[in-house]
């Protein structure tokens, strides 16, 4: 029982990643019908930066205590995230917003490419060790293991989602985003500022994509270039299997699908006798993920994507 | 428009002719205050040089520059002419296929021998190419021991391969750290797997049983799950047949869930890059590396000197890429020839006594008697625990283990 707990708290933590870095594909979904595929970039930046950021201010300030480092340097990512989100905005998707749709969604993978190797380029090819500054302690939690930096990604991931779905329901900027997500020119024809919201929903995501890249090298250690590639992708499969374009959604998908990957590869091996072991997560996880798409196309929470301009 | 392009043509065509001219007027120089002939010979290297062994890909490089960089300031004569050596470095991203592009593009490019490939996924299938185009290669590091076995004439490893090691890891694993209940990890690649199974047979030949077989894969770095379900059989030691990049993190997720067990690698996690990344998780941790202690063999000592001094720290291999080099240059210098026709048989029956151990060949490619060493984590470094095998390479039989493993392969 301890272990299947142990399982759960496993996939929740890496849920709460995979959710935070899929918002950050459905807020732009959700408005332009883009799949950014250049988000998952935005999550290795912020972990780089932050990690360049501590690296450069502890021998600086050698009496700070590592939480303020982590803070600092998260801050600096975030808004390094930003501006990198509104340039790439800027120069690769907004030209592009009335050509057909292969088209940005091309710009979307070079983008991705030209920030793997920029980062190649500025951090170097190797794996970096991110100093722990989070107390590394390890709690037990009826009877599975949690670490505090663990407890600290659920946490902030829940305070962040909950604060999304505020500023989504509650807020103006919220109204309007909602807005152009229902039908972008009738948004612009009621005068709301379609480029802002478009900027405004890239810079949120690329925060989160921020906040995400710190946690994701806290939590393993490590930092490199092309950290973003594979989690980019698993938290785009979150996305559409919670229904692309829907903010729950996202987050919904992100938690299964860690559940999912984390479960089946402690017991998918149990379950089939031994036939498949535990490599076969990913199958697993791919596998429920086209069993959800087929009885409902558009995903877990998605609506009708019919009436998308 | 087309009158633009015309333009645009002809300007590429000066600027074209321009460098190359440029570079037709640099060379006559070169060869002008030597009066003897000059020939340059190509030596090809490949290792994953992007990616997550990238830093190991890097220093086999290192390893081979080095070398290479010595060699020509020694100005060599082979076969009556001076030889200048050029080294011909590809990134195959430790990925199969892309081995097999650079190797084609080595051998097209007409090198005169192959360092690499830094993995045994990306040796094996390239080997098959050298061997088509004749050209000899010596891995410093591929040790799957399929490489050797498959006929090939041409394929050489100055490195003990899995069997050899496999056999000593398990003997260790029970034996000395006295395991009885393992639980044993790999990435799938040809290297991690090869090097699994052949602990796995050794394990269980010594009596230990294997309580769980998990599998990862050379880009992950998440092992929570898998942990966790090795968690729960209790096993007093984990093995992982990968690399550095992988078992770092695996090292530090096992002491995060609490988990008792020993850990033990190859050659693969046996890196000062393990220790950095696997933070508070690497002490402890053992493993073992192919060769004998670089500060125990003759002019080990000043290879480590003269390569920190230029490349900053050895990461694994680059002692056996330095080595790989000298043997190939002493056989081009026995054949007085550096075609690779005339100089392989000499290769085959080199001696040659390099920084990682006295270098020569059995039948099928394989060094003699090769030496396995085991270290373990102390105080954040890796520290030699013992040499088993091929310690004295001078003496003719080698060691039981050693020879006794090469025996049933």
Redesign the interface.
């Known amino acids: 029982m301890d272990i299947f707990i142990q399982q759960l708290v496993n996939g929740v933590v890496l849920g709460s990643i995979y959710a935070l870095v899929a918002l950050g594909y459905t807020l732009v979904y959700g408005i332009l019908g883009l799949i950014n595929f250049a988000h998952g970039e935005l999550v290795m930046v912020g972990a780089l930066v932050a990690l360049s950021v501590v690296r450069t201010l502890s021998p600086l300030l050698p009496g700070l205590p590592g939480w303020v480092l982590a803070l600092l340097g998260t801050a600096v990512a975030a808004g390094v995230c930003a501006l990198l989100a509104i340039l790439i905005e800027r120069v690769a998707y907004r030209p592009l917003r009335h050509a057909p749709r292969l088209a940005p969604l091309i710009t979307a993978i070079g983008v991705s490419i030209a920030l793997q190797n920029l980062a190649m380029v500025i951090w170097g090819r190797q794996y970096h060790s991110v100093p722990p500054l989070l107390p590394a302690a390890s709690h037990q939690f009826a009877g599975a293991a949690i670490t505090e930096v663990q407890i600290l990604i659920v946490a902030l991931a829940a305070l962040l989602m909950a604060g999304l779905i505020g500023l989504v329901h509650r807020t103006r900027l919220g109204r309007a985003m909602r807005a152009c997500a229902e039908n972008i020119q009738v948004a612009e024809l009621m005068g709301v500022n379609v480029n802002a919201i478009v900027v405004a929903a890239f810079v949120i995501g690329a925060v989160l994509a921020a906040v995400a890249g710190v946690m994701v090298s806290a939590n393993y250690g490590l930092a490199h270039y092309h950290m973003g590639f594979l989690l980019g992708l698993k938290a785009f499969t979150a996305a559409v299997l919670g229904g692309i374009g829907n903010v729950g959604g996202a987050m919904l998908g992100g938690l299964l699908l860690g559940i999912m990957e984390s479960l089946g590869a402690g017991y998918l091996e149990d379950l089939s006798g031994g036939f498949l072991g535990s490599h076969y997560q990913d199958v697993l996880a791919f596998f429920v993920l086209i069993l959800v798409l087929v009885s409902r196309p558009s995903g877990l929470l998605g609506e009708r994507v019919g009436q998308r301009a | 428009m087309k009158i633009a392009n015309r333009w645009g043509l002809a300007l590429a065509m000066v600027i074209f002719a321009g460098l190359t001219g440029c570079g037709k007027k640099e060379e006559p120089p070169a060869p002008a205050p030597a009066a003897q002939p000059e020939v340059t010979v190509k030596i090809g290297h490949a290792a994953p040089?992007?990616?997550?062994q990238?830093?190991l890909g890097?220093d086999n490089e290192n390893g081979v520059r080095l070398a290479i960089d010595e060699l020509n300031a020694q100005g060599l004569e082979i076969g009556g002419a001076k030889v200048k050596f050029e080294l011909l470095s590809e990134d195959d991203q430790a990925d199969p296929k892309t081995g097999t592009l650079v190797a084609q593009k080595l051998i097209d490019a007409k090198v005169s021998g192959v360092i690499g490939h830094l993995n045994s996924g990306t040796t094996i299938p390239a080997s098959k190419l050298y061997n088509d185009a004749g050209i000899p290669q010596i891995s410093p590091s591929a040790t799957n021991v399929t490489y050797t076995q498959q006929g090939f004439n041409t394929a050489f490893r100055v490195m003990a391969h899995d069997g050899q090691q496999g056999k000593v890891l398990g003997e260790f694993a029970v034996a000395k750290l006295g395991a009885k209940k393992i639980a044993i990890i790999d990435d799938?690649t040809a290297y991690g797997q090869g090097l699994a199974d052949e602990f796995e047979k050794a394990v269980k030949g010594a009596g230990a049983s294997v309580a769980a077989?998990?599998?990862?894969?050379d880009?992950a770095?998440?092992f929570?799950?898998?942990l966790?379900?090795i968690?729960?059989k209790r096993p007093d030691l984990v093995f992982y047949g990968g690399m550095d990049?992988q078992a770092?993190?695996l090292a530090?997720?096992l002491k995060?869930?609490?988990i008792k067990a020993k850990l033990l690698m190859g050659d693969g996690g046996s890196t000062p890059?393990f220790v950095?990344?696997?933070?508070?998780g690497a002490e402890g941790a053992y493993s073992s590396l192919p060769g004998v202690p670089l500060a125990q063999m003759p002019g080990g000592q000043a290879f480590g000197d003269k390569f920190t001094a230029k490349y900053g720290q050895i990461q694994l291999y680059a002692p056996y890429c330095y080595d790989a080099v000298y043997v190939m240059v002493e056989a081009m210098k026995k054949a007085n020839s550096t075609e690779p026709a005339k100089y392989l048989p000499e290769l085959a029956k080199i001696a040659y006594k390099g920084v990682t151990a006295d270098i020569s060949f059995d039948d099928k490619g394989d060094i003699k008697g090769g030496a396995i060493t085991l270290y373990q984590v102390k105080n954040g470094k890796w520290e030699v625990l013992e040499t088993i095998g091929g310690a004295a390479p001078e003496s003719a039989p080698a060691p039981a283990a050693a020879d006794g493993a090469a025996k049933t392969q």
Request: glycine share 14%; net charge positive.
């Open positions: 040089l992007t990616g997550p990238a830093h890097k799938r077989r998990e599998f990862t894969n880009k770095t998440d929570m799950a898998i966790t379900k968690k729960g990049a770092g993190p530090k997720q995060s869930l609490g890059e950095k990344l696997a933070g508070d």
